[in-house]
Each structure stands twice: as C-alpha cells, then as structure tokens.
C-alpha cells in the first residue's frame, strides 16, 4: 500500500507483511485479509468484527497505530514510544474452537503465542537498514499483551499490543 513515508506507515506495513509471514498448519491468517487501517475512519473492534462477521474469510487481521509516548533521553533527546494495535479474528466450526483452536486451525490462544513470537523483540527493518525516516528509526519492538474483546459463537476477535521503540538516528 502506497503511503508518506513516515515510521507508522513503514513500520505498519512491515506488521503486516510479517503477520502474513506466520504459519500454523499453513499460513496463519488468509493474505489477503492483512492490512493496514484503510484511513477511512477509525478502525475500531466493533467495525472489525461486523465486517469479518459478515464476511466469508475464516482469519484476518487489521494493523494501525494508536498513539505515543516519550522518554526523556540525554542531550534533550526523546525516544518515542508508539502503540500500534492488532486486530485478529478467526471463525471455527464449533462454539469454543475460537478460543482453543484445532488441529487445523490456531485459535486466539495459539494467535496470541504465535503474535508475540513473531513480533517481540524484534528489529525491524527494509532492505538490511532499520525502517528509519531520516531522523528517528524503529530500534525495537515490545509485545504489550492480547485480549479476547468478542467472542460470539464461532468468531473469536482479538487486540494484541504492540510498542515501537523509536531513537533518534545518529550525528
């Protein structure tokens, strides 16, 4: 998706192409159903689910950023520290495989492991150098937690956090 160039753009894309990048009994989610927020409003968990739920897809999963905070660093220096939320869903046959899966398909449980594995820790970058606007750049990233927010039936929605830890680039 075509976008300014700013850490959130960068670093939701990078989000994205690494939740496509997950596999349980194959590809985690369904490609095609991981994106960015669109921008054209909001992205909230009630939209998320009523679209997934009225939707034929069995997983998918949105990624957009929330909002920052500061730390203080020497020489009159911040380091932001941004939230970026992770929205996932996945339907299931039965009332309660959302939750604890199958052997087919992972349900929030295994999301939630499988999430963090992917995603804590990590250094993200494009082409060998860390997603950088020329002035700061995303030195890591920090799992903040998931949380089960719907659970209706055989769809299971889920909000994982995830902290950017971003540097200033040096002189």
Known sequence: MAHDGS???QLEDWIVARLKSLTY??????????????????????????EFMAG?????????????AIQPLEAGKIEVVGTYVILTATRNERPGEGRRGT???AGTNRIRDLVRYGLHDQRPTVAGD????????????????????????????????VLAHEMPLTE
């Open 130 to 161: 860390l997603i950088n606007d020329a002035v700061y750049c995303v030195d890591r990233l920090e799992w903040a937690g998931s949380a089960i927010v719907l659970a209706r039936k055989t769809v299971t929605i889920q909000r994982h956090l």
């Open 25 to 50: 009994s194959g590809p985690l989610f369904e490609p095609e159903s991981v994106t960015p927020w669109d921008g054209t409003e909001k992205e909230s968990v009630e939209d998320f689910s009523n």
């Open 7 to 9: 850490l959130a753009s």
């Open 103 to 105: 052997a087919a398909r």
């Open 56 to 68: 034929r897809r069995d997983t998918a999963a949105a990624v957009y950023f929330l909002e920052d």
